[in-house]
């Protein structure tokens, strides 16, 4: 009997430690950076974002609202070319609301608000003030630079768009991409392969060059 009710109280402390565990790793709200005890947040979070903490996986489901004091430097010294995004570190389902924004390894689902964002892939809406740079673009994206990306389906609205693969549209003074199934409507348009239309001051692809509209 003893022996049972020993076996009874480990197995209780056990459970209660797990589960204390557990709510120390998953927050409903948390500060960003995100502390080293907090994985997890189902939510909102609050703060200067993961900026400076891109070695963490994380993940957050819900609203973040980001005011980032070094913006100006972030813009001056961040080189979007040169950010490694290669693995995804961050997983963002929900809205983002940022002055500054995500600076590699991040996979964003839904909405993003933001003065910049480098993300591993990005799907939904994005409104970006300066420069939306992602391996993958998926939704409509509207940038005050640039949007660049590898694969785009969806819309891409910029001054300049450029997408290695794209499959929907590029709205902009200068769009280029290499492989194009849909539209490009600019001052300049280029690509290697198409399958739809360009429609600008000057079109090229690689079957011929022409004004206003090319196919």
Request: proline share 3%; with cysteine.
């Amino acid at each position: 009997m003893k022996k049972i009710l020993t076996i009874f109280v480990l197995s209780a402390i056990f459970v209660c430690f797990s589960q204390q565990k557990d709510s120390l790793h998953s927050q409903i709200f948390s500060l960003t950076p995100l502390a080293k005890n907090v994985n997890k947040v189902n939510g909102v979070t609050f703060g200067i974002g993961q900026l400076f903490d891109r070695e963490k996986e994380a993940a957050i489901n819900g609203l973040s609202l980001e005011i980032n004091p070094v913006l100006p430097l972030a813009l001056l010294f961040l080189d979007p070319s040169k950010v490694i995004n290669n693995k995804v570190k961050l997983k963002h389902n929900g809205v983002q609301i940022a002055v500054g924004g995500f600076s590699g390894d991040v996979a964003h689902n839904g909405l993003n608000i933001s003065v910049y964002t480098i993300t591993n892939s990005a799907n939904g809406l994005g409104i970006i003030g300066i420069y939306n740079v992602s391996k993958t673009l998926n939704g409509l994206h509207v940038a005050g630079l640039t949007n660049s990306t590898d694969n785009a389906i969806g819309m891409l609205i910029s001054p300049i768009n450029s997408a290695d693969i794209l499959k929907g549209v590029q709205i902009g003074a200068y769009n280029k991409s290499l492989s194009v199934i849909g539209i490009q409507i600019g001052l300049y348009n280029s690509t290697s392969r198409i399958k739809g239309l360009q429609i600008g001051l000057w079109n090229t692809n690689g079957k011929r060059s022409l004004p206003f509209i090319n196919w």
